[in-house]
């Protein structure tokens, strides 16, 4: 609206209830005045139409217009083909991402298998519940004997083998450290099942008992177990520490998409600059054909921006 080459003469035929600005020709003509078609609710909707891809029947007549129009198709491009590329990898992602985060995901299907060491702790804590989700994965394990391996090696290598179709259920410390260590291709999944601790066996009315108990409970009042658990399991890690899970549905942040609101605010400066040229320019041509003061000629030019 600003620039002087967005406007357009029109005639009282066409718009009666105008009163005229400027009355040109000689008098049988029809008087005419300057309008614009870019008033802010047809601005308005030249943007909303561009964003929508869907166009507009109003186009800019102007360099500072079009170098506008243009910024903001492109702005509108990307940001649309950005979310609809993004918005199919969520989609795909979705449908990718295993749907096993618990034990009751894990007993309400059959297309993974699970099973455990044989005749190992986490065995016996299956064989000898009495709860009714855990007896009913015991049920599906102990129908299937080839589900159970002999030892955790070939339970760790059939789950790297089977392609998300098995899960070995094992003791929390043995799972954390495994999936520390390379190739990196296991994770842990869902809460535990139970809690058990570990003791050091001593023979029968052996006097070392009470001082084993007593040196375990002061490393684990004065936090030393947990210092070493870091120091040995995750400070010497050998596996970056990233969620596997969440690390490839990250939503489109602000920072992946400010390339183009830079150009959009650069092009919007470059069309401003544009229009501000146009604006002198036909400024100075009006004052030099009208015989008036340069200033003048600027203030009519804007007082009919601003009037409309």
């Not at 052996?206 to 002061?218: C, G, H, Q």
Request: overall charge neutral.
């Amino acid at each position: 609206r600003f620039s002087p080459y967005e406007w357009r003469l029109l005639s009282y035929a066409d718009d009666p209830h105008h009163h005229s600005l400027h009355h040109t020709g000689s008098p049988g003509q029809a008087p005419s005045v300057l309008a614009n078609d870019f008033s802010i609710s047809n601005s308005l909707w030249f943007a909303l139409g561009a964003f929508m891809q869907q166009g507009c029947d109003i186009s800019p007549r102007s360099i500072s217009g079009r170098i506008v129009g243009s910024v903001w198709w492109f702005f509108t491009l990307i940001l649309i083909s950005s979310y609809t590329a993004n918005l199919a990898a969520f989609l795909t992602v979705e449908r990718m991402v295993a749907p096993i985060n618990s034990p009751e995901d894990l007993a309400s299907q059959t297309e993974v298998q699970y099973g455990t060491l044989y005749h190992g702790s986490t065995w016996d804590f299956f064989r000898r519940s009495q709860i009714t989700l855990y007896s009913k994965m015991w049920e599906f394990m102990n129908s299937r004997k080839h589900v159970f391996v002999r030892t955790y090696d070939e339970g760790i290598q059939r789950v790297r083998t089977s392609k998300g179709k098995y899960a070995l259920l094992i003791e929390s410390p043995k799972n954390d450290y495994t999936n520390e260590r390379e190739p990196c291709d296991t994770m842990k999944v869902g809460r535990n099942f139970d809690s058990k601790g570990f003791g050091v066996a001593t023979p029968l009315g052996s006097p070392l008992r009470e001082v084993v108990n007593l040196a375990v409970l002061s490393l684990i009042e004065n936090g030393e177990l947990t210092k070493l658990l870091n120091r040995w399991w995750y400070d010497r890690t050998e596996c970056r520490h990233d969620n596997k899970q969440d690390a490839s549905r990250n939503e489109l942040s602000l920072s992946n998409v400010a390339g183009i609101f830079y150009i959009l605010i650069g092009g919007l400066i470059l069309a401003m600059g544009v229009a501000l040229m146009e604006f002198c320019y036909k400024s100075h041509s009006e004052a030099t054909r009208a015989k008036i003061p340069l200033s003048d000629a600027m203030k009519a030019k804007a007082r009919l921006t601003i009037g409309g």
